[in-house]
């Protein structure tokens, strides 16, 4: 028994019930997590590189996790290097506020967002398309019914892991769908709030698209919302905004929160227009909810 166990590098493509599937280009390899990992309080996510013990059979243990880009609670995942975000300008009709919470958090967890004007064949929206364009965010329209946009969006795609994310019903299945037809994921499913736990499933599984891209689908806004509202992301808001970076030294007050504060350049871009309205409003509103996070933090 002097036998040397051999050690790989691979990537987490899937996690279920304390068991991970971990790629290493190879082969995949069905792996528990060693005890040292686990005391640590370390646990593999999907997403993570990771090194692995092969033990044989398709067989393996997860020995250490390499640092990661950043994670996510809900779903539980790492490494991400985009988030697409999905809107739509027909039902379900998306609310510019959680466009800006989600792309506020994208900012935070340092993942480039991409924000996908879907279901362009129904219905287009130019002013918002140009209010993301203007604040210089990634912007496309696309549909999987006509394959608008689909080049452009392979193209942004390309060598990243990515996150599908966007209200329940926007078509994140159906473009994931479009883009990687042998994906067939399950499509047209009712609200996300009444099926939940009946459509939701409960593994995390990374999907290898033909561009080189390996995305992962959510179930909602609500996977990327809640669990991730933090100090952090109260304390950076401003920055969060892309746009209102280059004004924010120019405020009157050192301490400008950009709200009603006498000489904020941030509100005077707004009222000049060359900050979207729905913007601002919305950092407003990310602001006023996130003021008693402190007290809201202990409570929980
Ligand atoms: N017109 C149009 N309908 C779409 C498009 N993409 C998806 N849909 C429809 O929108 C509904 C929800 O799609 P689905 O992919 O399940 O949304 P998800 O909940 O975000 O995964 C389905 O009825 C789809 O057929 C699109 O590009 N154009
Ligand atoms: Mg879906
Ligand atoms: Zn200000």
């Not at 900012?107 to 287009?124: G, S």
Request: charged share 25%; with cysteine.
């Amino acid at each position: 028994m002097t036998e040397k166990t051999a050690l790989a590098e691979g990537l987490v493509v899937k996690a279920v019930r304390g068991l991970w599937y971990v790629d290493t280009g190879d082969e995949l390899v069905c792996c528990s997590a060693r005890g040292k990992l686990r005391s640590g309080n370390m646990t593999p996510l999907v997403g993570d590189r990771v090194i692995l013990q092969l033990l044989g059979g398709g067989k393996g243990s997860v020995e250490s996790i390499l640092p990661r880009r950043n994670d996510f609670i809900r779903p539980s995942v790492a490494n991400v290097d985009m988030l697409v975000i999905l809107a739509s300008a027909v039902m379900p009709v998306t609310d510019p506020y959680l466009l800006d919470k989600m792309i506020a958090i994208a900012e935070l967890k340092n993942c480039e967002p991409l924000i996908c004007f879907h279901k362009c064949d129904e219905k287009r929206d130019p002013q918002l398309l140009e209010t993301y364009r203007m604040a210089g965010l990634a912007v496309m329209e696309t549909s999987a019914v006509t394959g608008e946009g689909l080049e452009a969006l392979r193209q942004a795609l390309e060598g990243k892991l990515c996150a599908f994310t966007g209200n329940s019903g926007v078509g994140k299945s159906s473009l994931l769908n479009a883009l990687e037809p042998r994906l067939m994921l399950e499509t047209g499913e009712i609200s996300d709030k009444l099926g939940r736990g009946r459509h939701t499933t409960r593994h995390v599984e990374l999907f290898r698209l033909g561009c080189d891209a390996m995305a992962i689908d959510t179930p909602g806004f609500s996977a990327f919302d809640g669990d991730e509202i933090s100090l952090e992301l109260k304390q950076r808001l401003p920055e969060l905004f892309r746009e209102f970076r280059p004004l924010i030294g120019s405020c009157r007050y050192p301490d400008c929160r950009h709200g009603k504060d006498a000489g904020c350049a941030v509100r005077e871009a707004m009222e000049r227009g060359t900050i979207g309205q729905s913007r601002y409003q919305s950092y407003c509103r990310l602001m006023s909810e996130l003021k008693d996070l402190k007290e809201w933090n202990i409570r929980n």
